[in-house]
């Protein structure tokens, strides 16, 4: 079902419990105080919007199975709050263009997937991290996770291109992190290595900002080019 804007009102009923279905929405999703969205098993809601999108998290009795964002502005698509576990039952996939995560803490479901695919951008603004609790997460070669809030910790993940931006403190995981595209800095946030990090395309430190390698007796940590 494809639609331009979805409403439920007051005591309304969106039911998706039927299976597999999927809910391609281009415009707003509006839910009142009352309102129910029903998932299904393996049913998707696809934010998939050519314009600024909020994905409402939290809102009355909405719930969500599969969420995917195929947001193609550029100021993407925005969580309004924290998922859950109970909120967001399955997946969560950035298929293209860009999901913000509002600022928010995210935590997923363990038997579940969060996907950055290739060529699409999941930035976290704010003190916000790394979604948490899914089993598995994947990012495509050519996708982009911008850590581009404050004072943010970053997660050891294998990444396709990595930017921190922004300004704060951008404190480096200890364990190896691998970064298959670029590795970009921005703003005035800093970064200090605290354990390998392996770069696979271009180092870019952009004025104003500072990354540190740091080097110790007790550990010895690298910042590799591999181009």
Do not use: C, W
């Amino acid at each position: 079902l494809t639609m331009s804007n979805a409403s439920a009102a007051a005591n309304g009923v969106m039911d998706m419990s039927g299976g597999a279905g999927t809910l391609n929405l281009g415009g707003s999703l509006s839910v009142n105080t009352l309102g129910t969205l029903t998932p299904g098993t393996s049913s998707t809601v696809n934010f998939n919007g050519t314009s600024a999108q909020t994905i409402p998290i939290g809102v009355s009795a909405v719930v969500y199975n599969n969420l995917h964002v195929n947001n193609t502005h550029a100021s993407g698509a925005t969580l309004s709050a924290a998922l859950s576990t109970a909120n967001v039952t399955g997946n969560v996939r950035v298929q293209s263009g860009t999901l913000n995560n509002g600022g928010f803490a995210n935590p997923g479901n363990a038997g579940k997937t969060f996907e950055v695919a290739n060529g699409a951008t999941f930035n976290m603004t704010g003190t916000s991290g790394m979604v948490t609790g899914f089993g598995t997460k994947t990012f495509g070669a050519t996708s982009t996770v911008n850590y581009t809030g404050t004072a943010q910790t970053v997660s050891a993940e294998t990444y396709g291109h990595l930017i921190l931006s922004t300004s704060g403190i951008k404190t480096m995981p200890s364990a190896a992190t691998t970064v298959a595209g670029n590795l970009t800095t921005s703003g005035t946030a800093t970064a200090t290595t605290a354990g390998n990090v392996a770069v696979s395309g271009n180092l870019d430190v952009g004025p104003g900002t500072t990354l540190t390698v740091a080097r110790s007796e007790e550990h010895t940590s690298e910042l590799q080019s591999l181009a």
